[in-house]
Structures are given as C-alpha cells and as structure tokens.
C-alpha cells in the first residue's frame, strides 16, 4: 500500500471530507458552465481535464476504507434536482461525438461492447455527486462520504473512467493526425435516423471543434 493511501486511510474524516467535497463541488460548478455552451471549441478538453481530476478524488475514495454511515437507513434528501437540461444541452454541444462505444465489464468474458453518450455520462454523474452533496451541506458527513464512495464503486466511477477513454480517445486522434473512422451507424436508440450524417460529420467536427483549441489549426484531417 503506497504512502498517499495509508494517509488517506489514517487521515480526520472531516478534513477528508472537506477535501473530497471541495473536488466534487468544482466538478460540478465547472461542468454546469461548460453546459452553457459558451466556449464550444474548447469543451472536450476541458471535459477531459475536469473528469481527470474528478477521479482523481474517485480514487481516494476506492482506496480508503469502508466509510459507515451513523444511521442505519439512508436520510431523505428530498427530490433530486432535474439534469435534463444539463444532458440535453451536451447532447448538443457535443454532437455528433456524443456516442461512443463501451464494455460495461472489462472482465466479462466475450463482453459485447454497447453504444453510450458522453452527455448521458456527465447527467448521470453529475446526478451521483449532487445527492452526496446534499447530505454534506446539511452536515451529515459520515453520509455524504458513505455515498460518494458506495457510488463510485457502483456507478460513478466506472461511468467517469467510460468518458474519460471517450475523450481521451477524440484528443488522440486529433495529437496523432488519425481522423475517426466511419461509426457504422453507432447509436444508443436502434431505430434512429441519420445516423450516416453522424459518420459523415465525425470527421469535419475533429477539424472544426477539437483541433482548434488544441493549437492544430488543419493538421487534422476532415
């Protein structure tokens, strides 16, 4: 066990918490205002550093023991905010690179990979780290700490680490000059149309939306 982990297993829950909670709020103020769409060109980056770093908190979490609420059933947080408009507005700024492909289980034999979106990722997420907050701001730490690790380890974590490969992966093609191959009609939704105008367009939106702010200018090819 490495010493940044022995520190955090030792280490006052409550400066803990603070820490953890301090990342998951800036995670979710920085998202919110990537949402709004202001900067288009330089999303996928950002969202590429902000996930990063997010997880960064995720691994603590993984690593440290088993946090124990003090109640034994969980205390209601009233209704959870809506993240529609949250999805809704990626869906956009990021399309047509929403979907990607993914193995859920990467030690499930012969796993079939299956069509997700980057934008239900970040509404989902977003989703998991507000509900913790809610117990930290009305001072049930030992709660909102139980929550953020339980929800990494079960939802999370893995949804985080599946959009953070997304986007590693558009940034990668854009550093190596290696445009997107064709999406053969890639889709979460079996039954939709357009999806040639999706592989059509994958290409064009590297040039237009990612390598710009990554100081490519066209070295990426449409």
Known sequence: MSDATLHDSHHDP????????DQIESFIVAVTEVAKGDEPDSAVPFLLLEISQLLLAGGRLGAHEDFVPDERYEPDVGPEPDVDELRERFATLLDPIDVYSEVFDPYVPRAQPVACRISDDLADIVTDLRHGMAHYRDGRVSEALWWWQFSYLSNWGTTASAALRALQS???H???DSPLDE??????DSNTDGEDELAEEAGRVMAAEIAAPLGLGSSAQP
């Open 14 to 21: 409550a400066d803990f918490a603070v820490q953890i909670s």
């Open 170 to 172: 558009l940034v990668a």
């Open 174 to 176: 854009v550093r190596l």
């Open 183 to 188: 999406l053969d009609g890639l889709d979460t």
